[in-house]
């Protein structure tokens, strides 16, 4: 099973809501990340978690709050978003989490914030 | 540190085309090169990718062959179909110890029947 699941597909919130996405693997990664991608662009790394330890903030607001409960599971938290958040969230996997390794990505959510 | 640029998009072929989009990058050593693809409402899916210079990644017809000399790795098909149009991107990773990818901007493909 080469696959990464996310919840939901869609989402559409407003900016004073709070709601979180969720992503999931069973190929036994210890490396999970979480993606931004804007229209017609490429995406943009948020942050890693390794062996369910946050590795890497790429600088991210705090109104992104990411969770790692197992190594199979990863949520993102979202409160108090800007409509300038709207995007595709992407999860994506490794094994490791070591360089270089091949990245297994989600179907991404897409969310739109009014 | 490391870097990719991709040409720009977008490329509009009619079915069984010869493809091809150029990549180039600019890295310390010799790092592993990608091309993911992305269908459209879709995440990235690895494409092809090579390890060391000279290496020849090939999947679905797809081929990329990595060039030191010209630090080039472009991505060719000698006959693309419609269900190839997505948007397709050159990748590397980042410099600094981490699983970080550095994308290209990405290079949208629309082949017609």
């Known amino acids: 099973d080469t696959e990464v699941t996310q919840t939901p597909k869609h989402l559409v919130m407003g900016m004073t809501n709070k709601k979180s996405l969720k992503c999931e693997q069973h190929m036994g990664h210890r490396a999970m990340y979480w993606y931004k991608q804007k229209a017609k662009k490429p995406p943009e790394l948020m942050f890693v978690y390794s ?10 607001p705090s109104r992104f709050s990411p969770e790692c409960p197992n190594s199979s599971l990863l949520n993102l938290h979202l ?33 739109l914030v009014l | 540190g490391n ?15 010869f ?3 150029n990549c180039t990058y600019t890295a ?4 592993s090169l990608f091309w993911y693809v992305q269908y459209p409402g879709e995440g ?13 990644g090939s999947n679905k017809g797809f081929e ?7 630090t080039s790795f472009h991505l060719e098909k000698g006959s693309v179909q419609v269900s190839d149009s997505a ?20 290079t949208r493909l629309a082949v017609h029947p």
């Open chain 2, 87 to 106: 948007v397709y991107f050159c990748a590397l990773p980042f410099s600094g110890g981490y699983n970080k990818l550095i994308f290209g901007a990405g």
């Open chain 2, 19 to 21: 493809l091809t989009i």
């Open chain 2, 44 to 56: 990235l899916q690895l494409l092809l990718k090579a390890t060391k210079a000279d290496d020849k």
């Open chain 2, 28 to 31: 310390t050593g010799y790092p």
């Open chain 1, 79 to 111: 409160h108090a978003l800007q409509p300038e958040d709207s995007a595709l969230y992407l999860c994506a996997s490794s094994p490791t989490g070591g360089s270089p390794e091949t990245q297994y990505f989600g179907p991404g959510t897409r969310l």
């Open chain 2, 64 to 70: 990329a062959t990595y060039r030191k000399e010209t």
């Open chain 2, 3 to 17: 870097s990719v640029t991709q040409m720009e998009g977008p490329v509009t072929l009619s079915e069984e085309a």
């Open chain 1, 51 to 60: 062996y369910e330890k946050l590795s890497i903030n790429e600088s991210v």
